[in-house]
């Protein structure tokens, strides 16, 4: 009995704390105006700003109430009332000039306007706070001229962030970007924030409006005051373009005036070669390579040549390895060469054997684990590309174990769950799959996404043969290198009757992964035509497919840069412009279709 006094003792104590509280009392109010009941919220608001009656959030509230029940008159008053007790607080013209305007009174809503402004221009010291209402009451053009009379009168005073932000939402991007510009002019430091706020506006379409307007207003200004932060922002919105040249005129001309640092334009070289632009990669790597007194600099920068070099199929890249090793040696500077260098001999050259023996002898020079790590990942890369997966996956498991959390734990755990599915053991690696869907490294998530996918839609049920096993293989070939048996493999698929009763059948999932595989291989071996046909009949299959946008893009690069064919170019460029909108392919297929259209690209 005595508990359920206290108890009752207790909810009754809350209960009046609860009603003597005002911050208690102010969330309850707000939970009835978010629920339109505006009478309660109303009789919580009055007896909030009675007793406290300097307090402004009270008295919006207030106001909002009276209006929202139509009591304009009550507003009015209160308003009006307060201003004649204290005249300085020139804020409330604000207030009754957009009660007015509710009432359509509009020429006594602009009276009470100008009222506002004036009062900035005799020093009020309200002047913030005017133009912050206006913005609030979207009464924008009168925010604006708030924020300039303000800093008018007060030249220490810089409201150009904010002024800005109000363009942008009228959609005047001219202005926008002026006074975001003017903003850091004044002060170095918004540059990030101004990098930030101007990516709400800027797209990777050189075209957009909103594009076009930024590079002319830093193009203004950099003529009439020079200053790296208008050189940083131009090279910064020609990479969102996907424009690298015209980025690196920019970073050539921040390095002439601080030549020590080559740190950007190495950025910007991995980014160009992460996006397939081998020749401005190359630009950027070698003017380090020049530039640079730092060893380390010259032989990373040497290390992208090299992969720009195997990704081109340049003759000489053996040639240039050799002479890599002679400048810098084989040691612990040049582990990263060495692995890169394995890799080539494996998957460029097919001599696994000698690769094998360049990584154990760069384990020897390894001073970390991460180090360590990356060595072993090649290494059991190159057990899997000898069949041998039971010693690949000792390694993979190494690596997972030690680096648990790390890019390069999860990236073994993915090896992990790939050599298990090229080995046929799909139920280990669909639960080394389920780990990684929700990986930190978007792309490993995304490798593992993918693969788990194709397994569970594919794996055979109740004994009944899919054709995934095979399919596992003649991948493993593709990965391999081995292409006319991955090639014999995906024919058993079509034609071996014990694999499949029916054969493939167009609009199943493998179907469009098994003939995506072909063209690949074909890609590879540089039948262009064949490549095309199998690509053509995923489409002729599903035109709606997750595969599509990926075939249109492929087609559209075949002809465009293997068959000489811009004609037919265009026409699968064009299906991904007008057809594919979400695809990670648009602003390149737009880009090159224009470009074959003739038209110039600023």
């Not at 004036?118 to 979207?138: G, R």
């Not at 009228?170 to 002019?185: A, H, N, R, T, V």
């Not at 020079?365 to 991460?370: A, L, Y």
């Not at 594919?458 to 054709?467: A, F, K, L, Q, R």
């Amino acid at each position: 009995m005595k508990q359920f006094l206290a108890i009752i003792f207790f909810l009754f104590s809350s209960s009046i704390f609860s009603q003597d509280d005002p911050q208690s009392e102010f969330f309850l109010a707000e939970n009835y105006f978010r629920e339109g009941d505006y009478e309660k919220a109303t009789q919580i608001y009055k007896k909030l700003y009675d007793v406290s009656p300097f307090n402004t959030t009270y008295l919006y509230k207030l106001i909002s109430c009276y209006q929202q029940t139509e009591s304009f008159e009550t507003a009015e008053n209160l308003l009006l009332n307060r201003l004649k007790k204290d005249p300085s607080q020139t804020y409330l013209h604000v207030l009754i000039g957009n009660n007015y305007s509710k009432l359509q009174k509009e020429n006594l809503a602009e009276i009470e306007f100008q009222k506002a402004l004036k009062s900035i221009e005799n020093n009020s010291p309200y002047a913030t706070t005017i133009a912050q209402i206006f913005n609030d009451y979207n009464l924008l053009k009168y925010a604006i001229l708030a924020y300039k009379k303000a800093m008018e009168k007060n030249p220490s005073s810089n409201f150009n962030f904010q002024i800005a932000q109000i363009y942008g939402e009228q959609g005047d991007y001219k202005k926008m970007f002026e006074s975001y510009i003017d903003l850091l002019d004044k002060n170095e430091r918004y540059l990030s924030l101004i990098q930030r706020y101007a990516s709400k506006y800027i797209t990777d379409d050189a075209e957009n409006e909103a594009n076009i307007l930024f590079r002319k207003t830093l193009l203004q200004k950099s003529v009439k005051n020079p200053k790296n932060e208008w050189n940083i922002l131009l090279s910064w919105l020609f990479i969102q373009q996907k424009e690298y040249e015209k980025a690196l005129v920019q970073e050539k001309a921040l390095f002439n005036r601080n030549p020590t640092d080559v740190s950007m334009i190495f950025e910007l070289g991995q980014i160009a070669f992460e996006d397939k632009n081998y020749e401005t990669a190359q630009n950027c790597f070698d003017f380090i390579i020049e530039k640079s007194s730092q060893t380390e600099e010259k032989i990373e920068a040497n290390l992208y040549l090299i992969k720009i070099a195997i990704a081109t199929k340049n003759p000489e890249t053996f040639t240039i390895f050799e002479k890599l090793f002679t400048e810098f040696g084989i040691n612990a500077a040049t582990i990263n060469l060495q692995v890169a260098y394995a890799d080539f001999l494996t998957f460029q050259k097919n001599e696994p054997e000698n690769a094998i023996a360049i990584l154990e002898k760069a384990m020897t020079f390894s001073n970390s684990k991460f180090e360590e790590a990356r060595i072993k990942l090649k290494l059991a890369d190159v057990f899997v590309f000898t069949g041998n997966f039971n010693k690949a996956l000792i390694y993979f498991s190494q690596i997972q174990t030690q680096l648990k959390n790390h890019e390069l734990g999860q990236e073994a755990q993915f090896k992990v769950a790939q050599t298990s599915y090229f080995k046929g053991d799909f139920d280990w690696a669909k639960a080394q799959l389920k780990v990684l869907k929700s990986a930190t490294t978007q792309l490993i998530a995304n490798d593992a996404v993918e693969l788990y996918l194709k397994i569970i839609d594919n794996e055979p049920v109740d004994s009944i043969p899919s054709g995934l096993k095979e399919f596992a293989n003649a991948e493993l070939l593709f990965y391999q290198n081995k292409y006319e048996e991955a090639l014999k493999e995906i024919n058993r698929l079509f034609y071996d009757k014990t694999i499949l009763a029916n054969g493939l059948i167009p609009g199943e999932i493998i179907y469009d992964d098994v003939l995506f595989l072909e063209a690949k291989i074909y890609i590879k071996q540089e039948k262009f035509i064949e490549a095309i046909e199998q690509l053509e009949k995923i489409i002729a299959a599903d035109n709606q497919g997750y595969l599509t946008d990926d075939v249109y893009y492929r087609i559209a690069e075949i002809y465009n840069f293997n068959l000489n064919n811009p004609e037919k170019a265009k026409e699968y460029y064009q299906k991904i412009v007008f057809e594919q909108h979400s695809s990670i392919y648009l602003v390149d297929a737009r880009n090159k279709f224009r470009k074959l259209r003739g038209e110039i690209l600023n």
